[in-house]
């Protein structure tokens, strides 16, 4: 027996309005918990007692008591960028870090560029084989006076990358980030504080801000901007809600 | 105490404003939804689209004024700084113009205080004293020590930087209390703030003050303290380290690391023999600085200690003074479980010359395979030159 054209109506109706209903509560629940994490992000913001002045940051640079850093940047085809960024890393303000780029088998000239740049050298280096990783190809010192080690390895992704970078770390702490990532220059400084503040402290994270449509001069931001697209745009804002209001709130719970 | 106060002021806030929050979307929506009872999910959504809108309009409104007013105020100000400046300049030479000043401070009370913290930085001797007189019959004092005690972090510790430029007896008074403070970063600008100003008795109540702080605290404040190292050497240093607390003798034995200076301490050697293990490895750390003779002797031992950061803060020492005579036990640390252990001893052997880069030739031939490479790769920094400047 056919359904009548009424019931196939009201079937219709109650579908209809039951995706309503559905998509207003998905709505309603998502903007409500964000609204609570920014008023409780806002609150915690406003009770933090502040990092340090210019004045302390110099002070804590000149002391003896903080622990070397090594930085790791795992870095796929990166060819583009990766003079700036290794140089904008040397260049950070910290008494006592290296920095130690995972080449994980780029297929461009990624290599090639920090050896010519950087003069480096096949280093004895070895890794200790702590944690599993491809196969490493060679090690790479800079003949210069600096704190550059590159790793050239096997391609297999971030986290084996990482593994390779930590068996090659030789510092008290390691710092992960992107090849293409811009730090701050007192980035170092203020990360390291939490761990001089309360010795439980395993591993802290930084804020992360988007660096589309700024400008970019040696490796530090000189000019901050929104990007010229519109979706960009909102990405950028929906990045800031993650990484800033994100953070901040669940930092604090 | 205090941390959870304040994470239970930050939840009850939000929880306020949350309600506030849920309470307008209800009533926003019963009155919609009872004019207009057909499209109820219509009034849903409308509810909250609305009073979303209000709420980020109100918002943008009121910082829209905000900043309006600061703007206002910080113009009207301008208006004023000639004057003050004037008559502060006037005033410290010599004339009294406190009658002609009191309306202008009366209306501009925060110009008043910026303009004259910016003079008592130029000025020094009978002046510097009459604009500190003059900051406490203004109020400038009384302002600071209020701003103090607010709620707001930043405007008490811009508070206590302003008391420590003042430097009159009632500044000094709130800068050693705020010693107690309860919030750490206060404690900071407040040590840093009392060494600016102060003498002796105020380096020796910082030093003390900073030996049962955080590390970062005691790194910050061990750099303020340089300068009055000969003066802390004498007393407070050795009263720390006779100490019955081993918290404090750490932090003293980290201080004096943390100076990097050659200073005679013979007492600091004692606790390289202590119990704790953190406490040798910061001691020999520390006694390259304080008793560096007496070190020498005790590194060969050292580099046999059965504790792994003891061994590296030995062999960093051995590195440090150049020590050919531990050359021995470093070889034998070349072959330590710990490879840092290892590394470091490596190092110290690869800064003793040709004696100590012999030694690690040879094992770069013959030793085992956890050797070999430790030893060829401080081999190769030091034929490199890196081991110079790293």
Known sequence: ?253 | VNAKKDRAAVYAKTGAVAAVYVALLWSVYQYSAIRWPAYSWFWVAATFVGVQCALTSTILIGVYIHRSVVEIRRRRGLSALYFLRQCIASHAAGDDLRAELAPTVKSFPSEFDATLLEFLDGFRGTERERLVDLAASMGTVDRNIRAYRSRNPAKRRNALDALAKIASPEARLTLERALDDPDESLRLTASRALLSVGGRAEAEKVFATSLLQAPVFRALVAEDLRPFILVLKEKAVPEALRSNNLREVLATLDIIWSWGRVIDLPEATAFVDSPDSVIRAVAIHACRYAAPHTLSSMVPRCLEDPAPIVRRAAAEAAERLVLAAALPQLLQCLSDSDERVARSAAKAMSRMGAKGLNLLEVQVIEGSPHVAPVALEAVEKARLGRIDWE
């Open chain 1, 1 to 253: 027996m056919m359904p009548s054209l009424s019931s196939l109506f009201d079937l219709y109706y109650f579908l209809f309005n039951t995706f309503n209903y559905a998509i207003i509560a998905y709505v309603a629940a998502i903007n409500t918990v964000y609204f609570l994490m920014m008023i409780l992000g806002f609150f915690a913001v406003r009770q933090y007692r502040g990092g340090l002045s210019a004045v302390e940051m110099r002070s804590l640079f000149r002391s003896s008591l903080l622990p070397s850093v090594s930085i790791l940047a795992p870095a796929y085809n990166e060819s583009a960028t990766i003079r700036q960024s290794v140089r904008a890393m040397l260049g950070l303000n910290y008494p006592d870090h290296e920095v130690v780029v995972i080449n994980d088998g780029s297929k461009d000239d990624t290599l090639q560029i920090l050896i010519d740049e950087f003069h480096l050298y096949k280093s004895s280096r070895q890794s200790i084989a702590r944690l599993h990783s491809k196969p490493i190809r060679a090690v790479y010192e800079s003949r210069e006076p600096i704190r550059l080690v590159v790793i050239d390895k096997e391609n297999g992704g971030k986290s084996d990358s990482l593994n390779a970078g930590l068996n090659i770390a030789r510092s008290d702490l390691v710092a992960a980030i992107d090849a293409d990532s811009l730090l701050d220059s007192d980035a170092l400084l203020q990360v390291v504080r939490p761990f001089l503040t309360d010795p439980e402290i395993v591993a802290v994270g930084g804020i992360v801000r988007v660096a589309n449509g700024c400008r970019v001069e040696h490796g530090k931001v000189s000019r901050i901007a929104l990007p010229k697209s519109w979706l960009a745009r909102f990405q950028v804002v929906d990045l800031m809600l993650d990484f800033l209001v994100g953070s901040v709130c669940f930092c604090f719970l």
